[in-house]
């Protein structure tokens, strides 16, 4: 069990006979508190291990994953891909996003507004290397300017790349709490029913946890495929 799990354990040991005696509405609602608060504190505790990783191990990682990537038969059959533009304690998605451009696969990339997030059309590195830089120190194109939109062009992605801060091999995922993915993933399966849509998510080596360690809400969505470096 994880140091961050142990500490919350103890401090949600009282609920339990709240629990039995509390009505439906009730439970579920401390359910949820209670994988919040597993949440808060493995989002906490997972930055704060990253933030000690070396440039260079993320380098490395970034390097093999990016080649299990294309070695991958959900990327070799997708043209349409969208995919997160990189920051730090990421797996780097630079050299990955230049080998798209190479195959000539269309690539869409997130642009954030407040609590709203589009897919957007990226046509090459020139325009990646000229976009802006957002407070989060990430690259994104201009949430007004006209782009191709993956949600409204009548196509929609087949391949989601997605980020997150921690990762079962089984593929749940913890995001960094503003739920854009989990809301737009659900969005596009509603509007593109009978696509085939695959989501992966890249992950360094240390935010790979248990089961027991990240606990899926009904509104998560489940990854189709992590990939790491091992």
């Known amino acids: 069990m994880s140091a961050s799990r142990r500490q919350l354990q103890t401090v949600f040991t009282g609920l339990d006979e709240c629990v039995s005696i509390a009505s439906d509405k009730d439970k579920a609602r401390m359910a949820s508190t209670i994988q919040n608060g597993l949440k808060v504190a493995l989002r906490k505790s997972m930055k704060d291990a990253l933030k000690c990783l070396e440039p260079e191990a993320i380098k490395r990682q970034s390097h093999a994953v990016t080649a299990k990537v294309l070695q991958s038969e959900a990327f070799r059959q997708a043209q349409r891909v969208s995919i997160y533009l990189s920051t730090s304690g990421e797996v780097d ?3 990955l996003l ?4 190479r195959l000539e696969k269309m690539v869409f990339v997130p642009s954030y507004e407040g609590v709203s997030m589009k897919m957007v059309r990226l046509r090459g590195m020139e325009e990646y290397e000229s976009l802006p830089l957002t407070k989060w120190n990430i690259k994104q194109p201009d949430f007004k300017e006209t782009r191709e939109d993956a949600m409204t062009n009548g ?5 989601f790349i997605v980020p997150g801060v921690a990762f079962t091999r089984c593929g749940a995922r913890m995001g960094h709490g503003m739920g854009y993915y989990d809301k737009f993933l659900r969005q596009h399966s509603e509007k593109y029913p009978h696509k085939k849509i695959s989501f992966m998510a890249l992950a360094l080596n240390e935010q790979i946890v248990s089961q ?9 969505v489940r990854l189709h495929s992590v990939i790491t470096e091992k």
């Open 212 to 220: 027991e360690d990240l606990p899926m809400d009904n509104h998560d």
């Open 93 to 95: 998605t630079t050299e």
């Open 155 to 159: 196509h929609g992605i087949d391949l």
């Open 98 to 101: 230049c080998e798209m451009f």
